[in-house]
């Protein structure tokens, strides 16, 4: 059995990952959540979770102290064999208009909680030297968003992360890897003005936005022994967009 942490589980393409995951008989899924109101719309009750080869943890993973917390819950009857940072936010403005809150709350969110959770289940893989982990960057951390400026920054900062990690740990056998999708439709776009979306859509040559399920098969794949060669890479999932 190979368990697998996934943050941002709720819903979007964490939840995606979660369901695809769990079609598999060889995955155990760990799903981590803000709140248990996030789990209110459906994704696991308690019983279902614990009995369906999946359980579901709360924790803020903006948070280092509730990141150790979980670690300790999780670790005490878990291994964690593969951790996936997806949890993510935006909070966009043009950087004259930005304030300083979006500015660290974006940062923290998707970047410091990366470092948050590796730096809370790193020991547990070096000490059983494997483990695999894959982080959900954005084409944007390539291409740069005019109103995106903390997001881009923030998703900018985990390939920096990823590849030195790369360096840092893979003599243990663990293996860091990044996803970067383009437009994919989930809550985060839907909020996005007809406009924006029209001029996405215009720039990506396959002429559609991603789904949930195009990223979460990429990810599972990395779940895979089948990939376990692969080591420091960015994978984009974009259908085309970041060719121009
Ligand atoms: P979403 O808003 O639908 O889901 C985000 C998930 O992260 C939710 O489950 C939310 O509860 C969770 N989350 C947010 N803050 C959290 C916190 N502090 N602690 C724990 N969980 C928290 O977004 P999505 O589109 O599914 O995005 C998932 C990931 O993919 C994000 O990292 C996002 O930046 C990235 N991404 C999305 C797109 C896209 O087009 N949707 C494109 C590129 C990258």
Redesign the pocket.
Known sequence: MVNVLV?????????GIVDKLRSYKNFFVIC???SVS?YENGLLSESEGVGANAISFC????SFKFCKMLAKKVLHKYTVDVLIN?????KDNLILRMTQHEWDEVIR??LS?CFFMIKSFISSMLKKRSGKIIN?????ALLGNAGQGN?CAA?AGILGLTKSLVKEVSSRNITINCV??????????SLLPKLIKDKFLNLIPLKRF?T?GDVSNLITYCCLPESNYINGHCFTIDGGLSCY
């Open positions: 943050t941002g589980s709720s819903r979007g393409i964490g939840k981590v959540s803000r996030c924790a803020d993973v903006s997806n949890a993510g936010i935006t969110v998707n909680s959900v960057s954005s084409v944007v997001y998703k970067l999708p383009g437009f994919i439709e989930t809550r985060m776009t991603g949930v």
